[in-house]
């Protein structure tokens, strides 16, 4: 009764759906406020719809009602509770729900907070929602239904994926889903604004906070997933650049991108078309790595679906949703007229280099991403693109990037001083050159550009803080009068500094972990020891041991450091009971300097046991960066003046407001 009452709702919302693409648009073509006020509680009662049909799954997963053919594929009496729910978005017909009901979810936000939008822009924002949604809702319903019963009901399910049976990824996919699905909301932006060929800095002042909402959500999500490919794989990486690790990092550099490209049409209401094709692209980018994931055309952990006709479906309303999209830009984007002009060097400027680079990047990426695909459908020839590849291309890439992103913000809007910056940047850019001197010493000579790569991001991260330093006039008036200009600068300042530091020390980590790791593989017998860096590496004995749904070896292993300081690690090696597959947990003791990653594997003969042991340098530091990122974005969407719907100057689209009010 609870799937058909979930699957009922899910008919309820497409109808919902359905009414909310037709009546508010026909409403804003004929200046029919009636019906345009129609979106808002079409908005709310899809939310409502779908929020009851995922609830219903999540019971059924819950209570293990083995009747429901997605329970029965991919859940098991004996998993633990949060295993259970993260099981409803664990495989593909759950993850759809989940992503339909985050797409509901941001529609009836936009309803809610934008109130005092105008009615014919809030009731096309909301259609376009509503478009996005029809589709996903045919899709789950004629080749995905998630409440699909069994005539021949199994004794037990056939469990999850061990690999997914982790913290990492019970709370990876959902936050990846908030960000994927957050950029829906600038993708109905950008698409009304073209309906009514019009966009300035109120529309980005709009935008901006869905957008900065959409971003942190996918920095958190693919934190946690590279957090868990670390940790749980047993590899000692955090990224291996698969398929479906670009298909999320793509959206997130074209998020970036249309981040500061929404600040230059606020401040100087400029670059209004290229916005407007950002938030296209950013949305797409979303959609691509839906079709990525869900076609079968990768095997991955993260891939669910097989079926080629879901593969089709996908693949004909990404080409009608993203071909419509840039077919209404090429036909409407000459009505966005250009805004205030400004010189080469200046803010704009140094907004719109990285705006370039962000976008070659991001291309580079979906290139090397679809290369083996195309390489096989056009040419025949099975071929892929590694890591080396994107490490190279993308590597140079990223060099203007972080430069632009230490200048820009010395950058004065419209026009600014270059020999002032200059003379001002002097000293940390010799700190910079001398760091780079000091780590080819420290690291006896080594390769020159992970030096090189230092320098840059210990040059970022000072330059944030001169910046910070000029901003409050610190050694220029009393310490007392910076201290009070530090306390009274705006959250807006301070998320956009905290967002560049931990971009800063996650690239440090990135590149020190990266560039100077070390790695021991070795079958050893039980009391022998191998070294690795200034750590010496014990097996002291094996046991067996029982999970939940799983049994599992357990090695007992000391760990004794160079000054005599010991601890014991309990690295494990576990075979599911559902679903067999053996898995590694291994044990990792992090430390602000480095990791010590220590993996038992399987048994190799009598008393002797396969052991990796890895050590990564300030790994730590990564994750640290992520975090002040994630801390940033939040700080900083909390500014009063940049909250959704906040009025700003009475021109524009606020003026057509208030006409319509």
Not at 63 to 85: C, E, G, M, T, W
Not at 319 to 343: C, E, K, P
Request: net charge positive.
């Amino acid at each position: 009764m609870i799937a058909e009452l979930g699957h009922f709702s899910l008919v309820l919302a497409l109808g919902l759906a359905v009414l909310q693409v037709i009546v508010p648009m026909v409403g804003a073509a004929r200046d029919d406020g009636r019906m345009m006020m129609l979106a808002r509680p079409a908005a709310y009662g899809q939310f409502l719809f779908c929020l009851l049909a995922f609830l219903a799954l999540t019971y059924c997963y819950i209570i293990s009602d083995f009747s429901v053919a997605v329970v029965a594929r991919n859940s098991h009496s004996l998993k633990p509770l949060l295993y259970k729910i993260s099981g409803v978005w664990g495989n593909h017909e759950g993850s759809i729900l989940l992503w339909v009901t985050f797409l509901a979810l941001y529609g009836a936000l936009v309803a809610f907070f934008g109130r005092n939008l105008p009615r014919s822009l809030q009731a096309r924002v909301l259609a376009v929602q509503a478009i996005i949604g029809v589709g996903f809702y045919l899709f789950m319903l004629l080749t995905s239904n998630p409440f699909e019963r069994l005539a021949n009901v199994p004794f037990e399910g056939n469990g999850m994926n061990p690999l997914l049976q982790d913290p990492g990824l019970a709370f990876h996919p959902p936050f990846l889903y908030l960000g994927y699905v957050g950029l829906s909301v600038a993708f109905s932006f950008a698409i009304a604004a073209l309906i009514e060929g019009r966009v300035d800095p109120a529309w980005a002042r709009w935008v901006r906070p869905w957008t900065l909402l959409a971003w942190l959500f996918l920095t958190i999500g693919i934190t946690l997933g590279s957090w868990w490919a670390y940790y749980e794989l047993g590899w000692g990486g955090w990224w291996g650049w698969d398929p479906v690790e670009n298909a999320s990092f793509m959206p997130w550099l074209a998020a970036t991108a249309l981040l500061h490209s929404a600040i230059v049409v606020e401040k100087r209401n400029s670059l209004k078309s290229w916005t407007v094709l950002l938030a296209i692209v950013a949305f797409s980018f979303s959609l691509l790595g839906t079709f990525i994931v869900r076609s079968g055309i990768i095997t991955s952990v993260h891939a669910f679906a097989t079926d080629p006709k879901r593969g089709m479906f996908i693949l004909l309303f990404l080409g009608l949703v993203i071909g419509g999209s840039f077919l209404l830009f090429a036909l409407r984007s000459d009505r966005l007229q250009a805004g205030g002009l400004f010189a080469p060097v200046s803010r704009e400027s140094g907004l719109v280099i990285n705006n370039l680079f962000l976008s070659v990047a991001a291309a580079v990426v979906l290139y090397g991403t679809l290369h083996p695909l195309l390489s096989d459908a056009l040419f025949g020839v099975k071929s892929s693109v590694g890591a080396p590849f994107f490490n190279l291309v993308f590597g140079f890439l990223m060099i203007p990037v972080v430069m632009m992103m230490g200048l820009g913000v010395h950058f004065k809007w419209k026009r600014a001083d270059i020999r002032g910056i200059s003379q001002r940047l002097a000293a940390i850019t010799g700190l910079s050159l001398l760091a780079v001197l000091m780590t080819l010493y420290v690291a006896y000579g080594g390769s020159l550009m992970p030096a090189i790569w230092v320098g840059i991001a210990l040059w970022l991260l000072l330059s944030m803080f001169q910046e910070l330093g000029h901003r409050i006039k610190l050694f220029r008036v009393p310490f007392g009068d910076s201290l009070r200009r530090l306390m009274r600068q705006p959250r807006s300042s301070w998320g956009m500094s905290l967002g560049h530091i931990g971009f800063a020390i996650a690239l440090i980590g990135i590149v020190v972990t990266s560039s100077w790791n070390l790695e021991v593989q070795k079958v050893v017998k039980i009391g022998e020891s191998l070294t690795i860096g200034d750590h010496t590496v014990t097996l002291k004995d094996v046991i067996p041991v029982a999970g939940p749904n799983y049994s599992a070896v357990r090695g007992i292993v000391t760990v004794t450091a160079k000054d005599g300081k010991s601890y014991i690690a309990y690295p494990e090696s576990r075979t599911y009971v559902s679903s067999p597959m053996t898995t590694t947990e291994g044990d990792v003791a992090t430390t602000l300097t480095g990791d010590l990653f220590i993996v038992i594997g399987e048994a190799q003969g009598l008393d002797q046991w396969g052991m990796r042991v890895y050590y990564k340098p300030m790994q730590v530091w990564l994750w640290i960066g992520a975090a002040i990122m994630v801390l940033g974005g939040f700080i900083s969407l909390s500014d009063r003046r940049y909250r959704i719907g906040t009025p700003g100057k009475a021109t524009g689209i606020i003026k057509d407001a208030r006409h319509a009010h």
